[in-house]
């Protein structure tokens, strides 16, 4: 066995962040998620957190490990880790970050294929490189956790999420918005410099997002 911390708080009910610590079984291939299951199923069954496909796919699981965002269920579990919900997220209740902001937040920048005809023709039948790369977002807002200029709460300010969502559009040769545009609005310009954007599932935020929006690659280019 050995001992974690794991961050326990009730916003609506009043009771305030506080750590506390858990036994837990490890052995070869031990998960952080298989540890939060151990101790909803045996001890603290009003532990909340989020879990899906446990297996890197649904992005529900996303947590703080030791002061990094983590898909728990990817996670390798060693003695001492302290587990957090997502930094600057708005916490629902322990692990579980409250997601509600999030579609009304993107609503404002139609993120669909907006219908202005094609870019191009005789239309591309390949997919640009980065158009499948940012495909395999999951969605589980680790990046805008590990982002310094987010702020959760401020209409004027995305993050590494928001402009995934925006380039997956930009790099689609049928959607004729200004995705570009769009990024500014959100504060694009702060990322100068920065570069700090991570992933857990390795999606190239900066090089095939934040750059291309913010004005780096001046072409939507295929395959490369
Ligand atoms: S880009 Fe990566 S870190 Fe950000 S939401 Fe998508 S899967 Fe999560
Ligand atoms: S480059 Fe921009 S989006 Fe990425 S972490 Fe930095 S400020 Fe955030
Ligand atoms: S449970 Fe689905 S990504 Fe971890």
Request: net charge positive; charged share 25%; with cysteine.
């Amino acid at each position: 066995m050995i001992t974690i911390s794991v961050e326990r708080s009730d916003r609506e009910g009043g009771r305030e962040p506080v750590l506390e610590g858990y036994e837990v079984p490890i052995d070869d291939g031990a998960t952080v998620m298989g540890a939060l299951l151990h101790i909803y199923e045996t001890s603290e069954s009003n532990l909340a957190f989020r879990c899906g496909c446990r297996n890197r796919d649904c992005g529900l699981c996303a947590v703080d490990v030791n002061g990094k965002p983590r898909l728990a269920c990817i996670t390798p579990l060693k003695k001492g880790l302290v587990i957090r919900p997502l930094r600057r997220l708005p916490v629902a209740r322990d692990l579980v970050i409250d997601r509600r902001w999030i579609m009304p937040f993107l609503e404002r920048f139609d993120l669909f294929v907006r219908d202005g005809g094609l870019r191009e023709w005789p239309p591309r039948l390949s997919v640009p490189a980065e158009h499948a790369r940012l495909a395999g977002c999951a969605e589980c807002l680790s990046c805008l956790a590990a982002c310094p200029s987010f702020e959760s709460g401020r209409e004027d300010i995305g993050g590494p999420y928001h402009f995934v969502k925006l380039a997956q559009l930009h790099w689609d040769p049928r959607d004729s918005a200004d995705r570009r545009a769009q990024a500014a609005q959100l504060g694009i310009a702060r990322c100068a410099g920065c570069r700090k954007c991570a992933c857990p599932l390795g999606i190239p935020i900066y090089r095939a997002a934040v750059a291309p929006l913010a004005g780096g690659r001046s072409e939507r280019s295929a395959g490369d």
